[in-house]
């Protein structure tokens, strides 16, 4: 697949040597990137580049009240050597001489990054540093400061890039071929990476090799040994390296500090406790809940946090979380299935009509085939008694509106987090009453409603949501936990896998959970 798209993008002119920029960590997913570039495209210029986005002054500045944090866990400098050492043993062992620069994108990951982490914790929402990391920096800033001199950024990620050629008309005579990137999740469950990248644009994906894409984690690891790297058994990292092993929570405490509020039981509304500070919470949350609840309602647990209210500065838990009784049905299970998504977008650069059905805007329908399941689904987005009087009222006022709209429905495989699981569910988007679906390609609608078939354990605003075109084994499934990759260690089976990886699941869009999801579970006061 690497070969194919630096061959599809090679013009007849293809004297001039293609020009490679990798990022190289110190790991050993991108040091074994590196190594197959390196082997595989002798007359290629390859030159290495080592981000230094450690924030070890800001850091260690801002957490010098925290005496048993520890800041030097994740030195930007023994990474820095570990990448010499690679680059070095090039050079020893197939006379390969490539450059290695450090270039510091520190400022740009404050301004880009940790700004943003701390902006949305503020807010009560949940973030996600390295979708915004990939995007923003290391296929954004990045190539305005260095790229441009480049024909691709090359990384060790998890994920796999196909170039392919379509053809469109642009209202003339001819047609016009246009080369399209489709990104493929990774054959390792585990580590595919398709999430943190589902932001991408098309112009970002075209000048992006991801070397290591179609190989497993224990491929990788087996190619590391047969080529000798010196990090060949270096571990994995874990969570966010800019703040090495300080945990999150001290993170958030040394820069948001506290701010008191209210904990309340989400069936009966009485307050059962105080919590420090909405960002020191998540949803589905349940360890860490006992030393902020009042002692009766401890005995009453396990307590799980299923919403925040964030105006109020309130948390709102409940031990019915994972109670399978039809009667919280209301409180929980649209909860944790439905809701709204905003800030879409397509990695095609126009919503993918061929994914959707055109459908006349049914009252409560949403797409899913729910009309005959849930006769009022609105109220029963809602805690609390006393609450069809008002809102049978809105439904009606709800009906009015939809009747004149159209709505876009699709099925599709969907990420929720990171990790193997994906889950199916249905999205839709709703056109106006002077918007067509024949028009709906040059009409950006950035939000939508998802209904997912099962339950998620905790759906948060913030949350990104990947979008992948479902394959046709697995649409009659609710999710798909995807078996674990064997180990191979044979290097021809290793270099035939590269060459026969099927494509599956096709990353098509993302989107964000919206705060809309916890307006429509709370009254007003």
Not at 307 to 325: G, P, R, V
Not at 387 to 408: A, F, G, M, V, W
Not at 445 to 462: R, V
């Amino acid at each position: 697949h690497l070969n194919s798209k630096i061959a599809s993008n090679t013009s007849a002119a293809a004297a001039t040597p293609k020009r490679i920029a990798v990022l190289l960590s110190g790991g050993v997913d991108s040091s074994v990137a590196l190594t197959l570039l390196a082997h595989q495209y002798p007359s290629y210029i390859i030159h290495a580049y080592y981000l230094k986005i450690w924030l070890e002054d800001e850091i260690s500045n801002t957490m010098l009240a925290s005496p048993n944090v520890k800041i030097d866990e994740c030195p930007w400098e023994d990474d820095y050597l570990i990448c010499q050492s690679i680059v070095s043993h090039l050079q020893e062992t197939i006379g390969r001489k490539i450059p290695l620069y450090s270039i510091s994108l520190q400022n740009e990951y404050r301004d880009s990054v940790l700004q943003y982490t701390l902006d949305e914790s503020r807010k009560g929402r949940t973030p996600n540093p390295d979708v915004v990391c990939n995007s923003r920096v290391k296929f954004g800033v990045f190539w305005e400061t260095v790229g441009k001199e480049y024909d691709y950024v090359a990384s060790g990620h998890y994920a796999i890039l196909q170039n392919e050629q379509q053809l469109s008309n642009n209202g003339g005579d001819d047609n016009v071929v246009n080369n399209k990137i489709k990104m493929y999740r990774s054959p390792d469950p585990v580590k595919d990476q398709s999430y943190f990248l589902c932001t991408l644009t098309q112009q970002q994906l075209s000048r992006t090799l991801f070397p290591i894409g179609h190989y497993t984690k224990p491929q990788i690891r087996a190619l590391a040994h047969h080529y000798q790297l010196p990090n060949r058994s270096r571990p994995d990292s874990q969570g966010l390296c800019f703040l090495g092993k300080v945990q999150f929570d001290q993170f958030l405490k040394s820069y948001l500090g506290t701010d008191p509020g209210l904990i309340r039981d989400a069936n009966t509304r009485e307050v059962v406790g105080k919590h420090n500070g909405l960002w020191f919470h998540t949803v589905g949350q349940r360890k860490g809940l006992g030393p902020y609840l009042n002692p009766k309602a401890t005995a009453h647990g396990p307590w799980y946090v299923v919403a925040k209210k964030c105006k109020e500065k309130e948390i709102w838990i409940s031990n019915k979380y994972n109670n399978n009784d039809s009667s919280n049905e209301d409180v929980f299970d649209i909860a944790r299935k439905e809701f709204v998504v905003e800030d879409i977008k397509w990695l095609g650069g126009v919503i993918p009509m061929d994914m959707f059905q055109v459908k006349e805007e049914a009252v409560n329908d949403h797409g899913g085939g729910r009309q005959q399941q849930h006769k009022q689904p609105r109220a029963r987005w809602f805690f609390g008694p006393n609450t069809r009087s008002s809102i049978k009222r809105d439904t009606n006022e709800h009906q009015e509106q939809t009747k004149k709209n159209q709505r876009l429905a699709g099925r599709f495989a969907m990420k929720i987090r990171h990790g193997p699981n994906i889950v199916l569910g249905t999205l839709s988007l709703t056109l106006s009453p002077q918007s067509t679906a024949a028009s709906s390609l040059s009409i950006k609608i950035t939000k939508g409603q998802i209904i997912l078939d099962i339950k998620d354990k905790g759906l948060a605003p913030g949350q990104f949501v990947a979008l992948y075109q479902m394959d046709n084994d697995s649409d009659e499934k609710n999710v798909i936990t995807t078996s674990a990759v064997s180990n191979i260690y044979a290097l021809e089976q290793i270099m035939d896998s590269s060459k026969t990886t099927q494509l599956t699941g096709e990353c098509v869009g993302s989107g964000v959970i919206s705060d809309d999801h916890w307006e429509q579970l709370f009254l007003s006061s």
